[in-house]
Protein backbone atom coordinates (compact mmCIF):
# COMPACT_ATOMS: atom_id res chain seq x y z
CA UNK A 1 0.00 0.00 0.00
CA UNK A 2 1.65 3.33 -0.63
CA UNK A 3 0.79 5.80 1.53
CA UNK A 4 0.47 9.50 0.79
CA UNK A 5 3.42 11.62 2.60
CA UNK A 6 1.53 13.90 5.46
CA UNK A 7 -0.96 13.09 8.33
CA UNK A 8 -3.30 9.80 8.44
CA UNK A 9 -6.23 10.09 10.53
CA UNK A 10 -8.31 6.51 10.82
CA UNK A 11 -11.53 6.86 12.75
CA UNK A 12 -15.31 6.29 12.80
CA UNK A 13 -18.67 7.82 13.86
CA UNK A 14 -19.36 5.50 16.52
CA UNK A 15 -16.47 6.16 18.61
CA UNK A 16 -17.08 9.23 21.17
CA UNK A 17 -13.96 10.01 20.90
CA UNK A 18 -13.40 9.94 16.92
CA UNK A 19 -16.52 12.66 17.31
CA UNK A 20 -14.88 14.50 19.95
CA UNK A 21 -11.27 15.08 17.25
CA UNK A 22 -13.85 15.85 14.65
CA UNK A 23 -13.10 19.44 14.56
CA UNK A 24 -9.53 19.38 14.89
CA UNK A 25 -9.25 17.28 11.27
CA UNK A 26 -10.76 20.91 9.56
CA UNK A 27 -8.04 22.42 11.59
CA UNK A 28 -5.27 19.97 10.70
CA UNK A 29 -6.39 20.00 6.78
CA UNK A 30 -5.88 23.93 6.80
CA UNK A 31 -2.54 23.43 8.19
CA UNK A 32 -0.81 23.32 4.56
CA UNK A 33 0.23 19.67 4.70
CA UNK A 34 -1.59 16.50 3.30
CA UNK A 35 -4.20 15.08 5.37
CA UNK A 36 -6.32 12.04 4.69
CA UNK A 37 -8.67 10.94 6.81
CA UNK A 38 -9.93 6.90 6.27
CA UNK A 39 -14.40 6.82 7.96
CA UNK A 40 -14.93 3.15 8.58
CA UNK A 41 -18.57 3.61 9.06
CA UNK A 42 -20.12 7.24 7.98
CA UNK A 43 -19.71 8.92 4.83
CA UNK A 44 -20.77 12.54 6.89
CA UNK A 45 -17.89 11.83 9.30
CA UNK A 46 -15.41 14.71 9.16
CA UNK A 47 -17.84 15.83 6.01
CA UNK A 48 -15.94 18.70 3.98
CA UNK A 49 -12.21 17.75 4.70
CA UNK A 50 -10.89 17.28 1.62
CA UNK A 51 -9.02 14.36 2.38
CA UNK A 52 -11.73 12.41 4.00
CA UNK A 53 -12.47 8.69 2.64
CA UNK A 54 -14.55 6.38 2.99
CA UNK A 55 -13.40 3.17 3.79
CA UNK A 56 -16.42 1.13 3.59
CA UNK A 57 -14.51 -1.99 2.46
CA UNK A 58 -11.86 -1.67 5.45
CA UNK A 59 -9.21 -2.70 3.31
CA UNK A 60 -7.31 0.89 4.06
CA UNK A 61 -7.92 0.00 7.66
CA UNK A 62 -7.03 -3.52 7.46
CA UNK A 63 -3.57 -2.57 5.49
CA UNK A 64 -2.81 0.26 7.92
CA UNK A 65 -3.04 -2.47 10.38
CA UNK A 66 -5.61 -0.31 12.74
CA UNK A 67 -6.37 -1.94 16.05
CA UNK A 68 -7.93 1.54 17.74
CA UNK A 69 -10.03 4.45 16.51
CA UNK A 70 -9.02 7.39 16.13
CA UNK A 71 -5.65 6.69 15.22
CA UNK A 72 -3.29 9.18 14.14
CA UNK A 73 -0.56 8.29 11.72
CA UNK A 74 2.49 10.49 10.58
CA UNK A 75 4.31 9.63 6.86
CA UNK A 76 7.29 10.82 5.68
CA UNK A 77 8.93 9.53 2.19
CA UNK A 78 6.51 6.82 1.66
CA UNK A 79 6.94 4.71 5.28
CA UNK A 80 4.99 5.13 8.77
CA UNK A 81 7.12 7.25 10.60
CA UNK A 82 5.03 7.77 14.03
CA UNK A 83 1.16 6.47 14.92
CA UNK A 84 -1.03 6.98 18.35
CA UNK A 85 -4.39 6.19 18.86
CA UNK A 86 -6.70 7.45 21.20
CA UNK A 87 -6.78 11.34 21.71
CA UNK A 88 -4.08 11.77 23.59
CA UNK A 89 -3.19 15.66 23.60
CA UNK A 90 0.86 15.73 24.16
CA UNK A 91 0.85 12.79 21.44
CA UNK A 92 -1.14 14.91 18.51
CA UNK A 93 0.36 18.05 19.09
CA UNK A 94 3.79 16.30 18.56
CA UNK A 95 2.97 14.22 15.40
CA UNK A 96 0.97 16.97 14.02
CA UNK A 97 3.57 19.51 14.93
CA UNK A 98 1.00 21.89 16.21
CA UNK A 99 1.76 23.04 19.50
CA UNK A 100 -1.76 24.62 20.43
CA UNK A 101 -3.94 21.89 18.96
CA UNK A 102 -6.78 20.48 20.81
CA UNK A 103 -6.38 23.19 23.76
CA UNK A 104 -9.90 22.75 24.86
CA UNK A 105 -10.18 18.93 24.70
CA UNK A 106 -9.32 17.07 27.83
CA UNK A 107 -5.70 15.49 27.89
CA UNK A 108 -6.84 12.25 27.71
CA UNK A 109 -9.58 10.13 25.75
CA UNK A 110 -8.99 6.32 24.75
CA UNK A 111 -9.90 5.50 21.72
CA UNK A 112 -12.60 2.44 20.71
CA UNK A 113 -11.95 -0.64 18.75
CA UNK A 114 -11.40 -0.78 15.01
CA UNK A 115 -13.92 -2.05 13.09
CA UNK A 116 -11.50 -4.20 11.57
CA UNK A 117 -11.42 -6.49 14.80
CA UNK A 118 -14.86 -6.61 15.07
CA UNK A 119 -16.27 -10.35 15.42
CA UNK A 120 -16.69 -11.89 12.21
CA UNK A 121 -15.00 -9.13 10.49
CA UNK A 122 -11.69 -9.74 11.07
CA UNK A 123 -11.28 -13.29 9.49
CA UNK A 124 -13.01 -12.07 6.28
CA UNK A 125 -10.32 -9.22 5.87
CA UNK A 126 -7.98 -11.58 5.90
CA UNK A 127 -9.46 -13.64 3.45
CA UNK A 128 -10.14 -10.22 1.02
CA UNK A 129 -7.07 -8.49 1.41
CA UNK A 130 -4.35 -10.27 3.55
CA UNK A 131 -2.40 -13.32 3.27
CA UNK A 132 -4.04 -16.30 4.53
CA UNK A 133 -1.40 -18.91 4.31
CA UNK A 134 -4.06 -21.74 3.37
CA UNK A 135 -3.23 -23.97 0.81
CA UNK A 136 -6.39 -27.12 0.78
CA UNK A 137 -7.87 -27.13 -2.32
CA UNK A 138 -10.78 -24.88 -2.08
CA UNK A 139 -14.37 -26.76 -3.01
CA UNK A 140 -17.04 -24.45 -4.92
CA UNK A 141 -20.38 -25.99 -3.59
CA UNK A 142 -23.40 -24.98 -6.14
CA UNK A 143 -26.16 -22.51 -5.89
CA UNK A 144 -28.63 -25.38 -5.06
CA UNK A 145 -26.35 -27.38 -2.51
CA UNK A 146 -26.78 -27.56 1.46
CA UNK A 147 -23.68 -26.84 2.76
CA UNK A 148 -23.87 -29.72 5.70
CA UNK A 149 -25.33 -32.13 2.70
CA UNK A 150 -22.48 -31.46 0.25
CA UNK A 151 -20.18 -32.73 3.44
CA UNK A 152 -22.18 -36.11 3.06
CA UNK A 153 -22.17 -36.23 -0.40
CA UNK A 154 -18.35 -35.84 -0.51
CA UNK A 155 -18.17 -38.70 2.23
CA UNK A 156 -16.38 -36.09 4.69
CA UNK A 157 -18.46 -37.13 7.72
CA UNK A 158 -18.56 -39.92 10.25
CA UNK A 159 -22.66 -40.32 9.98
CA UNK A 160 -23.26 -36.64 11.77
CA UNK A 161 -23.11 -33.63 10.18
CA UNK A 162 -20.36 -31.68 10.17
CA UNK A 163 -19.85 -27.77 10.35
CA UNK A 164 -19.10 -26.92 6.76
CA UNK A 165 -15.36 -25.78 6.61
CA UNK A 166 -15.32 -22.34 4.95
CA UNK A 167 -12.39 -20.55 4.79
CA UNK A 168 -13.31 -17.77 7.39
CA UNK A 169 -14.52 -20.28 10.24
CA UNK A 170 -10.87 -22.12 9.08
CA UNK A 171 -8.77 -18.76 9.72
CA UNK A 172 -10.75 -18.45 13.13
CA UNK A 173 -9.77 -21.86 13.66
CA UNK A 174 -5.79 -21.49 13.07
CA UNK A 175 -5.75 -18.38 15.21
CA UNK A 176 -5.47 -21.35 18.32
CA UNK A 177 -1.92 -22.07 17.49
CA UNK A 178 1.00 -19.72 16.72
CA UNK A 179 1.71 -22.82 14.33
CA UNK A 180 1.91 -22.00 10.33
CA UNK A 181 -0.82 -23.68 8.32
CA UNK A 182 1.55 -24.91 6.49
CA UNK A 183 3.75 -26.96 8.84
CA UNK A 184 3.39 -30.96 7.78
CA UNK A 185 3.05 -32.63 11.54
CA UNK A 186 3.20 -36.21 10.08
CA UNK A 187 1.84 -38.70 7.45
CA UNK A 188 -1.64 -40.03 8.31
CA UNK A 189 -2.09 -43.69 8.11
CA UNK A 190 -3.91 -45.60 6.12
CA UNK A 191 -2.58 -43.61 3.16
CA UNK A 192 0.50 -41.98 4.86
CA UNK A 193 -1.06 -38.66 3.33
CA UNK A 194 1.07 -35.62 4.71
CA UNK A 195 -1.25 -33.93 7.35
CA UNK A 196 -0.27 -30.10 7.70
CA UNK A 197 -1.92 -27.89 10.41
CA UNK A 198 -3.80 -26.61 8.11
CA UNK A 199 -5.75 -30.20 7.31
CA UNK A 200 -6.00 -30.63 11.10
CA UNK A 201 -7.99 -27.23 11.43
CA UNK A 202 -10.30 -28.17 8.48
CA UNK A 203 -11.17 -31.14 10.33
CA UNK A 204 -11.71 -29.78 13.76
CA UNK A 205 -13.99 -27.32 12.44
CA UNK A 206 -15.75 -29.94 10.76
CA UNK A 207 -16.06 -31.60 14.66
CA UNK A 208 -17.12 -28.56 16.23
CA UNK A 209 -14.14 -27.27 17.86
CA UNK A 210 -13.21 -23.76 19.21
CA UNK A 211 -10.06 -22.67 18.03
CA UNK A 212 -8.74 -22.98 21.93
CA UNK A 213 -9.40 -26.83 21.37
CA UNK A 214 -6.81 -26.67 18.92
CA UNK A 215 -3.51 -27.34 20.64
CA UNK A 216 -5.17 -30.26 22.02
CA UNK A 217 -6.01 -31.61 18.74
CA UNK A 218 -2.97 -31.23 17.01
CA UNK A 219 -1.48 -32.78 20.13
CA UNK A 220 -3.68 -36.02 19.56
CA UNK A 221 -3.06 -36.45 16.08
CA UNK A 222 0.77 -35.99 16.42
CA UNK A 223 0.52 -38.43 19.22
CA UNK A 224 -1.72 -40.93 16.90
CA UNK A 225 1.05 -40.94 14.62
CA UNK A 226 3.72 -42.06 16.92
CA UNK A 227 4.89 -45.59 15.66
CA UNK A 228 4.22 -47.25 19.08
CA UNK A 229 0.63 -46.51 18.92
CA UNK A 230 -0.01 -48.45 15.86
CA UNK A 231 -2.88 -46.31 14.33
CA UNK A 232 -2.86 -48.27 11.44
CA UNK A 233 -3.47 -51.32 12.96
CA UNK A 234 -6.24 -49.95 15.64
CA UNK A 235 -7.49 -48.78 12.33
CA UNK A 236 -7.57 -51.39 10.51
CA UNK A 237 -8.19 -54.64 12.73
CA UNK A 238 -11.51 -56.40 13.31
CA UNK A 239 -11.50 -55.61 16.72
CA UNK A 240 -13.42 -52.96 18.64
CA UNK A 241 -10.84 -50.19 19.32
CA UNK A 242 -10.83 -46.94 18.54
CA UNK A 243 -8.02 -43.65 19.78
CA UNK A 244 -9.31 -42.71 23.38
CA UNK A 245 -7.67 -39.31 24.07
CA UNK A 246 -7.44 -38.77 27.70
CA UNK A 247 -6.13 -35.10 28.81
CA UNK A 248 -4.49 -34.26 31.69
CA UNK A 249 -3.32 -30.90 33.06
CA UNK A 250 -3.97 -27.38 33.45
CA UNK A 251 -5.45 -27.46 30.11
CA UNK A 252 -8.43 -29.75 30.72
CA UNK A 253 -9.48 -27.18 32.84
CA UNK A 254 -8.72 -23.62 30.71
CA UNK A 255 -11.00 -25.51 28.13
CA UNK A 256 -13.27 -27.42 29.81
CA UNK A 257 -12.68 -30.74 28.91
CA UNK A 258 -14.94 -32.96 31.13
CA UNK A 259 -13.49 -35.01 34.01
CA UNK A 260 -16.96 -35.01 36.35
CA UNK A 261 -20.51 -36.03 36.04
CA UNK A 262 -21.15 -37.96 32.94
CA UNK A 263 -17.08 -37.45 31.98
CA UNK A 264 -17.62 -40.77 29.46
CA UNK A 265 -20.74 -39.76 28.02
CA UNK A 266 -21.99 -36.76 25.79
CA UNK A 267 -23.01 -33.45 26.41
CA UNK A 268 -19.36 -31.21 26.41
CA UNK A 269 -18.31 -29.72 23.47
CA UNK A 270 -14.91 -29.98 24.35
CA UNK A 271 -14.94 -33.83 24.80
CA UNK A 272 -17.24 -34.46 21.97
CA UNK A 273 -15.20 -32.41 19.41
CA UNK A 274 -11.41 -33.36 20.15
CA UNK A 275 -11.89 -37.02 19.96
CA UNK A 276 -14.03 -36.57 16.81
CA UNK A 277 -11.88 -33.93 15.18
CA UNK A 278 -9.25 -36.75 15.30
CA UNK A 279 -11.37 -39.60 14.25
CA UNK A 280 -12.17 -37.04 11.21
CA UNK A 281 -8.60 -36.20 10.54
CA UNK A 282 -8.15 -40.47 10.13
CA UNK A 283 -10.71 -40.70 8.27
CA UNK A 284 -10.39 -37.54 5.42
CA UNK A 285 -6.35 -37.10 5.45
CA UNK A 286 -5.72 -40.87 6.14
CA UNK A 287 -8.26 -42.46 4.27
CA UNK A 288 -9.29 -44.02 6.91
CA UNK A 289 -13.35 -45.29 6.15
CA UNK A 290 -15.42 -48.18 8.02
CA UNK A 291 -16.23 -51.09 5.21
CA UNK A 292 -12.72 -49.87 3.32
CA UNK A 293 -9.51 -50.09 5.27
CA UNK A 294 -11.61 -49.90 8.62
CA UNK A 295 -12.71 -53.47 8.75
CA UNK A 296 -14.41 -53.57 12.43
CA UNK A 297 -16.58 -56.47 12.78
CA UNK A 298 -18.66 -54.35 15.46
CA UNK A 299 -16.58 -51.37 16.15
CA UNK A 300 -17.64 -49.22 19.37
CA UNK A 301 -19.57 -46.10 19.63
CA UNK A 302 -16.58 -44.26 21.14
CA UNK A 303 -15.06 -44.36 17.39
CA UNK A 304 -17.25 -41.19 17.21
CA UNK A 305 -15.31 -39.50 19.37
CA UNK A 306 -13.94 -40.33 23.04
CA UNK A 307 -12.10 -37.91 25.09
CA UNK A 308 -12.13 -37.29 29.00
CA UNK A 309 -10.26 -35.37 31.38
CA UNK A 310 -8.64 -37.19 34.33
CA UNK A 311 -10.16 -35.95 37.26
CA UNK A 312 -6.78 -35.03 39.38
CA UNK A 313 -6.27 -35.06 42.79
CA UNK A 314 -3.74 -34.25 45.02
CA UNK A 315 -3.37 -37.48 46.80
CA UNK A 316 -3.17 -39.48 43.79
CA UNK A 317 -0.52 -39.42 41.18
CA UNK A 318 -2.43 -38.51 37.78
CA UNK A 319 -1.58 -40.70 34.71
CA UNK A 320 0.63 -37.58 32.86
CA UNK A 321 2.66 -37.38 36.28
CA UNK A 322 3.07 -41.50 36.28
CA UNK A 323 4.25 -41.23 32.68
CA UNK A 324 7.02 -38.91 32.98
CA UNK A 325 5.87 -35.55 32.78
CA UNK A 326 5.44 -32.85 34.76
CA UNK A 327 2.41 -32.03 36.97
CA UNK A 328 1.59 -28.63 35.48
CA UNK A 329 2.75 -30.05 32.41
CA UNK A 330 -0.42 -30.24 29.81
CA UNK A 331 -0.54 -34.05 27.85
CA UNK A 332 -2.79 -35.76 25.67
CA UNK A 333 -2.38 -39.85 26.53
CA UNK A 334 -4.18 -42.02 23.57
CA UNK A 335 -4.83 -45.61 24.65
CA UNK A 336 -6.49 -47.89 21.86
CA UNK A 337 -10.07 -48.44 23.42
CA UNK A 338 -12.84 -50.77 23.00
CA UNK A 339 -15.88 -49.49 25.00
CA UNK A 340 -16.89 -48.78 28.68
CA UNK A 341 -17.45 -52.22 31.26
CA UNK A 342 -19.01 -50.86 34.35
CA UNK A 343 -18.12 -52.02 37.89
CA UNK A 344 -20.68 -51.63 40.59
CA UNK A 345 -19.20 -52.77 43.56
CA UNK A 346 -21.53 -50.44 46.47
CA UNK A 347 -20.82 -52.65 49.50
CA UNK A 348 -17.02 -52.72 49.69
CA UNK A 349 -15.72 -50.49 52.12
CA UNK A 350 -12.25 -51.50 52.38
CA UNK A 351 -9.41 -50.90 49.62
CA UNK A 352 -8.30 -54.62 50.10
CA UNK A 353 -11.95 -56.05 49.10
CA UNK A 354 -12.06 -53.04 46.57
CA UNK A 355 -8.98 -54.63 44.46
CA UNK A 356 -10.70 -57.53 44.35
CA UNK A 357 -13.59 -56.39 43.12
CA UNK A 358 -11.52 -54.71 40.10
CA UNK A 359 -9.81 -57.88 39.48
CA UNK A 360 -12.03 -60.23 39.53
CA UNK A 361 -13.59 -57.68 36.81
CA UNK A 362 -10.75 -57.16 34.60
CA UNK A 363 -10.35 -60.76 33.93
CA UNK A 364 -13.44 -60.07 31.72
CA UNK A 365 -10.82 -57.59 29.43
CA UNK A 366 -11.45 -60.01 26.08
CA UNK A 367 -12.34 -62.90 27.83
CA UNK A 368 -11.66 -64.39 31.40
CA UNK A 369 -9.64 -67.23 29.81
CA UNK A 370 -6.94 -64.83 27.62
CA UNK A 371 -4.46 -62.87 28.73
CA UNK A 372 -1.88 -60.78 27.87
CA UNK A 373 -3.74 -59.79 24.89
CA UNK A 374 -5.55 -56.40 25.45
CA UNK A 375 -4.35 -53.53 27.83
CA UNK A 376 -6.94 -52.32 30.15
CA UNK A 377 -8.05 -48.49 31.60
CA UNK A 378 -9.50 -48.65 34.52
CA UNK A 379 -11.32 -45.60 35.66
CA UNK A 380 -11.57 -45.39 39.16
CA UNK A 381 -14.86 -42.55 40.66
CA UNK A 382 -14.44 -40.47 43.26
CA UNK A 383 -16.77 -42.55 45.38
CA UNK A 384 -14.29 -45.28 45.13
CA UNK A 385 -11.07 -43.77 45.11
CA UNK A 386 -12.10 -41.90 48.47
CA UNK A 387 -12.36 -46.04 49.93
CA UNK A 388 -8.10 -45.77 48.39
CA UNK A 389 -7.32 -42.85 49.74
CA UNK A 390 -9.06 -42.73 53.28
CA UNK A 391 -6.55 -46.06 54.08
CA UNK A 392 -3.73 -44.71 52.20
CA UNK A 393 -3.35 -46.42 49.64
CA UNK A 394 -1.93 -44.33 46.42
CA UNK A 395 -2.63 -44.89 42.64
CA UNK A 396 0.69 -46.87 42.52
CA UNK A 397 0.02 -49.23 45.72
CA UNK A 398 -3.41 -50.29 43.52
CA UNK A 399 -1.56 -50.74 40.62
CA UNK A 400 0.58 -53.54 42.39
CA UNK A 401 -2.08 -54.91 44.40
CA UNK A 402 -4.13 -55.34 41.54
CA UNK A 403 -0.75 -57.13 39.53
CA UNK A 404 -0.51 -59.55 42.03
CA UNK A 405 -4.16 -60.22 42.26
CA UNK A 406 -3.99 -60.57 38.80
CA UNK A 407 -1.41 -63.44 38.98
CA UNK A 408 -4.27 -65.78 37.01
CA UNK A 409 -4.35 -69.86 38.09
CA UNK A 410 -3.16 -71.13 34.53
CA UNK A 411 -4.90 -74.34 35.02
CA UNK A 412 -8.13 -72.07 34.91
CA UNK A 413 -6.95 -70.54 31.51
CA UNK A 414 -6.07 -72.60 29.10
CA UNK A 415 -8.05 -74.20 26.45
CA UNK A 416 -10.71 -76.78 26.99
CA UNK A 417 -10.71 -75.80 30.50
CA UNK A 418 -14.56 -75.70 32.18
CA UNK A 419 -15.61 -76.85 29.04
CA UNK A 420 -14.76 -73.90 26.65
CA UNK A 421 -12.47 -74.14 23.31
CA UNK A 422 -11.04 -70.58 23.94
CA UNK A 423 -8.05 -70.22 26.00
CA UNK A 424 -4.16 -70.39 26.75
CA UNK A 425 -2.13 -72.50 25.11
CA UNK A 426 -1.29 -76.06 27.06
CA UNK A 427 1.66 -75.33 28.03
CA UNK A 428 0.07 -72.56 30.45
CA UNK A 429 -1.10 -75.21 32.75
CA UNK A 430 0.11 -75.19 36.23
CA UNK A 431 1.32 -72.12 36.25
CA UNK A 432 0.35 -68.90 37.27
CA UNK A 433 -0.26 -66.08 34.23
CA UNK A 434 -0.40 -62.23 34.46
CA UNK A 435 -3.42 -61.05 33.03
CA UNK A 436 -1.96 -57.74 31.53
CA UNK A 437 1.63 -57.42 30.15
CA UNK A 438 3.88 -55.35 32.13
CA UNK A 439 2.78 -51.50 31.76
CA UNK A 440 -0.27 -52.90 30.08
CA UNK A 441 -3.07 -51.70 32.82
CA UNK A 442 -3.34 -48.25 33.37
CA UNK A 443 -5.45 -46.47 36.17
CA UNK A 444 -7.33 -42.87 35.79
CA UNK A 445 -9.49 -41.07 38.44
CA UNK A 446 -12.86 -39.45 37.07
CA UNK A 447 -16.54 -38.99 36.97
CA UNK A 448 -19.23 -37.69 39.18
CA UNK A 449 -19.09 -37.32 43.11
CA UNK A 450 -21.93 -39.90 43.59
CA UNK A 451 -21.84 -43.30 42.56
CA UNK A 452 -19.96 -46.47 43.98
CA UNK A 453 -19.12 -47.40 40.33
CA UNK A 454 -16.10 -47.59 38.13
CA UNK A 455 -15.46 -48.00 34.82
CA UNK A 456 -13.00 -50.67 32.59
CA UNK A 457 -12.00 -49.62 29.46
CA UNK A 458 -10.90 -52.98 27.51
CA UNK A 459 -7.65 -51.84 25.30
CA UNK A 460 -6.86 -53.51 21.71
CA UNK A 461 -6.82 -57.58 22.08
CA UNK A 462 -3.35 -56.82 20.01
CA UNK A 463 -2.00 -54.37 23.08
CA UNK A 464 1.93 -54.01 23.37
CA UNK A 465 4.81 -53.71 20.90
CA UNK A 466 2.99 -55.86 18.22
CA UNK A 467 -0.01 -53.96 18.14
CA UNK A 468 -0.44 -50.46 20.10
CA UNK A 469 0.99 -49.04 23.26
CA UNK A 470 -0.50 -46.29 25.19
CA UNK A 471 1.46 -42.75 23.80
CA UNK A 472 1.60 -39.52 25.82
CA UNK A 473 2.30 -36.11 23.78
CA UNK A 474 2.89 -32.71 25.61
CA UNK A 475 0.40 -30.03 24.45
CA UNK A 476 2.68 -27.02 23.21
CA UNK A 477 0.69 -24.90 20.82
CA UNK B 1 -28.94 -21.27 0.46
CA UNK B 2 -26.04 -19.47 0.04
CA UNK B 3 -24.84 -18.80 -3.62
CA UNK B 4 -21.47 -20.74 -4.60
CA UNK B 5 -20.12 -21.29 -1.03
CA UNK B 6 -16.39 -22.04 -0.86
CA UNK B 7 -15.27 -24.82 1.51
CA UNK B 8 -11.61 -25.96 1.98
CA UNK B 9 -10.89 -29.47 1.12
CA UNK B 10 -10.22 -31.79 4.37
CA UNK B 11 -9.32 -34.63 2.55
CA UNK B 12 -5.49 -35.41 1.13
CA UNK B 13 -7.01 -34.04 -2.40
CA UNK B 14 -5.95 -37.45 -3.71
CA UNK B 15 -9.23 -37.48 -5.47
CA UNK B 16 -11.09 -35.02 -7.98
CA UNK B 17 -13.18 -32.66 -6.55
CA UNK B 18 -15.68 -33.25 -9.34
CA UNK B 19 -17.98 -36.47 -7.96
CA UNK B 20 -17.56 -39.73 -10.52
CA UNK B 21 -20.60 -41.38 -11.79
CA UNK B 22 -21.05 -44.41 -11.14
CA UNK B 23 -18.97 -46.69 -13.41
CA UNK B 24 -21.44 -48.34 -16.11
CA UNK B 25 -21.82 -51.97 -16.75
CA UNK B 26 -20.25 -53.88 -19.15
CA UNK B 27 -23.63 -55.29 -19.95
CA UNK B 28 -27.40 -55.56 -19.35
CA UNK B 29 -27.45 -58.99 -18.96
CA UNK B 30 -28.87 -60.49 -15.03
CA UNK B 31 -29.40 -56.75 -14.04
CA UNK B 32 -32.78 -55.59 -13.80
CA UNK B 33 -34.04 -52.02 -15.43
CA UNK B 34 -36.09 -49.55 -13.53
CA UNK B 35 -38.30 -47.27 -16.14
CA UNK B 36 -39.60 -44.12 -14.17
CA UNK B 37 -42.22 -42.49 -15.55
CA UNK B 38 -42.12 -39.13 -14.03
CA UNK B 39 -46.46 -38.29 -14.99
CA UNK B 40 -45.22 -35.36 -17.91
CA UNK B 41 -47.11 -35.95 -20.52
CA UNK B 42 -46.10 -37.71 -23.26
CA UNK B 43 -43.18 -39.26 -21.44
CA UNK B 44 -44.51 -42.84 -21.37
CA UNK B 45 -44.55 -43.03 -25.11
CA UNK B 46 -41.09 -42.63 -25.33
CA UNK B 47 -40.57 -45.10 -21.91
CA UNK B 48 -42.81 -47.53 -23.80
CA UNK B 49 -40.64 -48.23 -26.42
CA UNK B 50 -37.89 -48.02 -24.46
CA UNK B 51 -39.12 -50.66 -22.26
CA UNK B 52 -39.99 -52.85 -25.63
CA UNK B 53 -36.53 -52.49 -26.88
CA UNK B 54 -35.11 -53.57 -23.79
CA UNK B 55 -37.12 -56.43 -23.22
CA UNK B 56 -36.49 -57.36 -26.84
CA UNK B 57 -33.02 -57.69 -25.85
CA UNK B 58 -33.82 -60.77 -22.74
CA UNK B 59 -33.43 -57.46 -19.95
CA UNK B 60 -35.73 -57.30 -16.99
CA UNK B 61 -37.48 -54.07 -17.04
CA UNK B 62 -39.34 -52.21 -13.78
CA UNK B 63 -41.98 -49.52 -14.17
CA UNK B 64 -42.48 -47.25 -11.88
CA UNK B 65 -44.34 -43.74 -12.47
CA UNK B 66 -44.20 -41.21 -9.73
CA UNK B 67 -47.39 -38.99 -9.05
CA UNK B 68 -46.30 -35.55 -10.12
CA UNK B 69 -43.49 -34.29 -12.06
CA UNK B 70 -43.77 -31.06 -9.93
CA UNK B 71 -41.70 -32.88 -6.88
CA UNK B 72 -39.00 -35.05 -6.41
CA UNK B 73 -40.03 -39.31 -5.89
CA UNK B 74 -41.59 -40.08 -2.34
CA UNK B 75 -39.03 -41.60 -0.48
CA UNK B 76 -41.13 -45.23 -0.22
CA UNK B 77 -40.98 -45.25 -4.23
CA UNK B 78 -37.11 -44.68 -4.54
CA UNK B 79 -36.07 -47.18 -2.14
CA UNK B 80 -38.47 -49.67 -3.81
CA UNK B 81 -36.38 -48.62 -7.01
CA UNK B 82 -33.12 -48.95 -5.57
CA UNK B 83 -34.24 -52.22 -3.99
CA UNK B 84 -35.64 -53.71 -7.15
CA UNK B 85 -33.20 -52.65 -10.07
CA UNK B 86 -29.85 -52.23 -10.60
CA UNK B 87 -30.25 -49.37 -13.39
CA UNK B 88 -32.80 -46.59 -13.51
CA UNK B 89 -34.20 -44.84 -16.75
CA UNK B 90 -35.87 -41.45 -15.87
CA UNK B 91 -37.32 -39.55 -19.02
CA UNK B 92 -38.42 -35.88 -19.44
CA UNK B 93 -40.31 -35.38 -21.90
CA UNK B 94 -41.57 -31.95 -23.01
Redesign the interface.
Known amino acids: MNLPDGLIVVAKRECPTCTLVEPLLHELAQGGEPLTVFVQDDPAYAAGVPGAVLDDTLERSFRLGIEFVPTLIRVAGGREVARTHGWHRGDWREISGRPELGAALPELRPGCASKTLEPGIAEELQLRFGDTG?T????????????IE??Y??G?TDGLPVV????AR?LRMLAGTPRRPDEVIGL?PP?L???TV??VA??AV?AGCKPEYLPVVLAAVEAALIDEFGMHGILCTTMFAGPLVIVNGPVARHIGVNSGVNALGQGHRANASIGRALQ?VIR????GRPGEVDRATLGTPGKYSFCFAEAEDSAWEPLHVQRGFAREASTVTLFAGEGVQGVVDQKSRTPESLARSFALCLRAVDHPKLAMAGDALLVVSPDHCRVFLEAGWSKARLLEELTQLLMLPGDEMVAGAGGIAEGLPAAMAGKPVPKFRPGGLLIVRAGGGAGLFSAIIAGWAASGPVGSIPVTKEITA | ??????????????SP?A?ALTARPASLAGLSVAVLDISKARGNVFLDRIAERLAAQGVKVNRYRKPTFTRPAPTALRQQIAAENQLVIEGLAD
Do not use: F, Q
Open positions: LARNVTLGEAEDPACDRWPPTPVVDAPCEKINMLNVGG | MTASMVLLDPTSERVR
